[in-house]
C-alpha cells in the first residue's frame, strides 16, 4: 500500500504565501515524477507544476514566476512553495506521484486526499 498524506493548506491574504508538503509512504522502491494539480468547484482538476526524480520541472503559465517545485528523494517528499497568492488560486491542491512499487516495474499513479488552499482579496 502507498499513500500520499499532504499538508499546509490554509487560509492566507492575497499577496501572501504558502507551503504545501506530500508525503509518501509504504512499499516504494521509486517515484519517477510527483507533482500538485487543483480543483475549484465544478471545474476540472488542473496541472499545477510536477517533478521528476532528476528535478525537471513543469509548470502551469498561470503559477510560473510564482510558485516552485522541490522534492527530498531521500525522505519521499514533495514540495510547493507559493509566493504572490491570489484570489484566483483558491482551490483543493491535489498531490500525485507516479509511485513504481517494490516489486514492481511500472509505475503507478496514487493522488492524496487534497488540502484546501483559500486565498483572501
Known amino acids: 500500500q502507498v499513500q500520499l498524506v499532504e499538508s499546509g493548506g490554509g487560509l492566507v491574504q492575497a499577496g501572501g504565501s504558502l507551503t504545501l508538503s506530500c508525503a509518501a509512504s509504504?512499499?516504494?522502491?521509486?517515484?519517477?515524477?510527483s507533482g500538485w494539480y487543483r480543483q475549484t468547484p465544478g471545474k476540472q482538476r488542473e496541472l499545477v507544476a510536477t517533478?521528476?526524480?532528476?528535478?525537471?520541472?513543469n509548470y502551469a503559465d498561470s503559477v510560473k514566476g510564482r510558485f516552485s517545485i522541490s522534492r527530498n528523494n531521500a525522505e519521499k517528499t514533495v514540495y510547493l512553495q507559493m509566493n504572490s497568492l491570489q484570489p484566483e488560486d483558491t482551490a483543493v491542491y491535489y498531490c500525485?506521484?507516479?509511485?513504481?512499487?517494490?516489486?514492481?516495474?511500472?509505475?503507478?499513479?496514487?493522488w492524496g486526499q487534497g488540502t484546501q488552499v483559500t486565498v483572501s482579496s
Open positions: 509504504g512499499s516504494i522502491f521509486r517515484i519517477p515524477v
Open positions: 500525485v506521484a507516479d509511485v513504481t512499487p517494490t516489486g514492481w516495474y511500472t509505475p503507478i499513479r496514487y
Open positions: 517533478i521528476t526524480r532528476d528535478s525537471i520541472t
